[in-house]
Structures are given as structure tokens and as C-alpha cells.
């Protein structure tokens, strides 16, 4: 049973670095084909993809976010780590990572729990 597990700072301050670690228990985070996707659902609003990282090792991010982000991993430790820069307050948002086979449209076979991280001074 694959399972996903979301860590990391619960309030960052607005401009800093935000960073979440999702620790995959159960599988792989290199095995053909799934990709490994970071997803918030800010308060009262609906999920928004983030960007994911491949079991290639390959990325790709939401242009929404106009590259504040950068995903990657530590195999040895079967973790994505999503770092997010120069947060403001809209940043605030309940933070998934999911497990999507083949990379097909927003389809998740596994979802962490999700972490609550508010921005604010």
C-alpha cells in the first residue's frame, strides 16, 4: 500500500522560502510511470496543480505560479521536495502531494493527508 505523507513548516512569512517535503512510503518514487504532483486548495477555493516531478527525474510546473517554484527529489529517501519562493499571504493554502499514473490529466490513485501552511508576519 503505497502512502504519502506531507511535512513542513505550518507558517512562513511573506517574501520568504517555503518548503514541504512529501515522504512516499510503499513504492517507489522512480518507478515507471507515475508522477509525483504537488496540488493546494487555498481556503474556500478549489485545488490548483502545482507542477510535478516525473519518475524520470524530469519537472514541469503550473506558469501560474511565474517560477517561484522548484521541485525535486531524493531517491535514497523517496521524497519530493517543493520549495516555493517569495510567498504572499495568497500563498496560503492547504498543500497535497499525489500520485498520478502515466501523467494523464488530473488523475490520483494516492493523495497525502495534506499540510496547512499560512503565510502571514
Known amino acids: 500500500q503505497v502512502q504519502l505523507q506531507e511535512s513542513g513548516p505550518g507558517l512562513v512569512k511573506p517574501s520568504q522560502t517555503l518548503s514541504l517535503t512529501c515522504t512516499v512510503s510503499g513504492g517507489s518514487i522512480t518507478t515507471n510511470y507515475y508522477y509525483w504532483s504537488w496540488i493546494r486548495q487555498p481556503p474556500g477555493k478549489g485545488l490548483e496543480w502545482i507542477g510535478y516531478i516525473a519518475y524520470s527525474g524530469s519537472t514541469y510546473d503550473s506558469p501560474s505560479l511565474k517560477s517561484r517554484t522548484s521541485i525535486y527529489r531524493d531517491t535514497s529517501k523517496t521524497q519530493s521536495t517543493l520549495q516555493l519562493t517569495s510567498v504572499t499571504p495568497e500563498d496560503t493554502s492547504v498543500y497535497y502531494c499525489?500520485?498520478?499514473?502515466?501523467?494523464?490529466?488530473?488523475?490520483?490513485?494516492?493523495w497525502g493527508q495534506g499540510t496547512q501552511v499560512t503565510v502571514s508576519s
Open positions: 499525489a500520485r498520478n499514473p502515466y501523467g494523464l490529466g488530473p488523475r490520483y490513485d494516492y
